[in-house]
């Protein structure tokens, strides 16, 4: 049925629809620079999102756990054994994500016959100077993008371009830790928020979003307040590639104590219930 | 498929293989020309060794580090042949690090000493055939049991634990004695010594293997070349700089006759 390419091009088409109906209820992740490296944010519900892959590179996903899995365990595999025979220094993201996973995820996407994977990435480089940290997003078509600064998965394009926008517009140069993970926290509440509008906007047959719920709601209050709602019976969490961490390796994933301490008050709450 | 998140499986798998094939039984006798110690004090264990490499009776180097960092609470401290010793550091580091990764947790130190005594079991015909002999220390910080503890090897991979002190290498059986007598007799037991104590005692002992083997570096003040000392506490492992050793050795080890 598939050898017409027009066949093909639709079922290409059917996927993309099945696929972005799989994100609607995702977490997004939410990466940026402090003072002392990158920091990666998100909110989970039983399994984590934010791995160690390297020395100096962290992954954080969006999707189906058994699909991040199996994707997380081939790039430990190829840094591990790149890092060995050649370097650690040679095992990079972009190389990670341009000949490790984009060729992977692109053709599970387009062999229409397989299940393709559920699943959008994030790698986080720290690099050897703060002008080179490297943020690289990949989605489930393979397509992948580098950016500097900060980056974010969300369910759809529209979503993750709302939250960085946010972000450039609340970031300045030097943020601290503490100021960070608000920031990012903020901008998690700001993604969901959209996404969830979206999908009842959707489930009521508008296709248009409601104009007048938007500008009022970027405030760090109300922002706070959606945190709140949806934080319960979840965990917030949190892992740096911090540049002072003695040794070679530079992930840490921070724990419920150390998070505690660094939220702002107004967030505290939502850690405490 | 072997065990989940063994980083040595993986390398095998990918035709990789440890040592050379060497034909066994050529006779040569195994050189571990160098002096390493452990022993356990108040706070962790310390590890220190000599910088001296030698070929036959030639000095090739006088600046090697043979006291090791594996993660950031395991050391392994190295005797026998460097290229080997070196590369066994480089597949500990790599497992570890690989084991934490893939499996979310860290490699209990009982896997560790595992690992350790895998590698030198499949190194066993290069060190009969004397291309590859090692015979290291490794130290590090047990979390199940909250203490730190010493391990060393024969080249064959047995493994036994140091309860006080181990020693290895070829300047070994001049400090054995002396920490045999002075853990026994002495003011105080080695473990009861307070860090900077254990520091003096680690110099003391590797000036005076210096002094009876030739092939153990000693301490060089004229070009500031000082012992690698190393501390394992349940905080991690900390390397005692140059610039402490000096003061201690000036008041404490030198003595002008």
Redesign the interface.
């Known amino acids: 049925m598939y050898e017409e390419p027009y066949r093909w091009v639709e079922a290409v088409g059917n996927r993309r629809t099945y696929l972005d109906e799989q994100f609607k209820q995702g977490s997004p992740v939410v990466a940026l620079t402090y003072d002392g490296g990158l920091a990666l944010v998100t909110v989970s519900k039983g399994t984590?999102k934010l791995?160690?892959?390297?020395?100096r590179i962290a992954l954080g996903g969006l999707g189906h756990p058994a699909d991040l899995e199996k994707l997380r365990?081939s790039l430990?595999?190829m840094a591990?054994?790149e890092?060995?025979n050649r370097s650690p220094s040679d095992v990079t993201g972009s190389r990670l994500v341009k000949y490790g996973m984009a060729p992977v995820i692109k053709q599970a996407f387009e062999e229409v016959y397989k299940a393709p994977f559920i699943l959008k990435v994030l790698l986080a480089e720290l690099g050897q100077k703060p002008e080179k940290d490297t943020l690289l997003t990949i989605n489930y078509d393979g397509t992948f993008e580098e950016t500097t600064g900060c980056a974010v998965l969300a369910a759809t394009p529209a979503v993750q371009k709302e939250m960085t926008s946010y972000l450039h517009q609340e970031m300045s140069s030097g943020l601290s830790l503490a100021q960070a993970v608000a920031t990012a926290l903020r901008a998690w509440a700001l993604g969901d928020r959209a996404q969830r509008q979206a999908s009842e906007d959707k489930e009521r047959g508008d296709e248009k979003p409601t104009p007048a719920a938007k500008p009022a709601s970027l405030d760090a209050a109300s922002l706070s307040a959606h945190l709140r709602d949806r934080v319960v019976e979840k965990t917030i969490e949190c892992a740096v590639l911090d540049r002072n961490q003695?040794?070679t390796?530079k992930y840490r994933a921070l724990n419920q104590d150390e998070l505690g301490r660094l939220l702002p008050n107004d967030l505290k709450a939502a850690l405490a219930s | 498929m072997g065990m989940q998140g063994d980083f040595f499986q993986l390398l095998k798998e990918q035709g990789y293989t440890l040592g050379s094939s060497a034909q066994v039984g050529s006779g040569q006798e195994f050189t571990t020309a160098t002096t390493i110690l452990a022993f356990k004090y108040r706070d962790g264990v310390l590890v220190a060794g000599d910088r001296r490499a030698t070929a036959g009776n030639m000095v090739m180097y006088d600046r090697t580090d043979k006291v090791l960092e594996i993660d950031r609470h395991s050391v392994m401290a190295i005797a026998g042949v460097p290229a080997t010793a070196y590369e066994m550091v480089r597949v500990l580091e790599h497992s570890f690090k690989y084991y934490r990764r893939t499996q979310l947790q860290e490699l209990s130190f009982e896997g560790k000493l595992r690992a350790v005594s895998k590698l030198l079991k499949d190194n066993v015909s290069a060190a009969l055939a004397g291309t590859g002999a090692v015979a290291p220390i490794f130290a590090g910080y047990d979390f199940e049991q909250g203490t730190a503890k010493i391990f060393f090897y024969d080249i064959l991979g047995a493994e036994f634990e140091g309860v006080e002190y181990a020693v290895s290498g070829s300047g070994s059986p001049t400090i054995r004695g002396i920490l045999h007598y002075v853990n026994t007799w002495g003011e105080q037991p080695l473990v009861a010594l307070p860090e900077e104590q254990a520091t003096i005692q680690a110099l003391r002992l590797l000036t005076s293997a210096a002094e009876f083997d030739s092939a153990t570096g000693g301490i060089n003040r004229e070009a500031s070349l000082y012992p690698i000392i190393k501390l394992i506490t349940g905080a991690g492992v900390r390397t005692v700089p140059d610039a402490q050793l000096k003061p201690l050795y000036e008041a404490q080890v030198l003595r002008h006759v």
């Open positions: 984590p791995y160690e892959i390297y020395d365990f430990l595999e591990h054994t890092g060995f003695p040794g390796s």
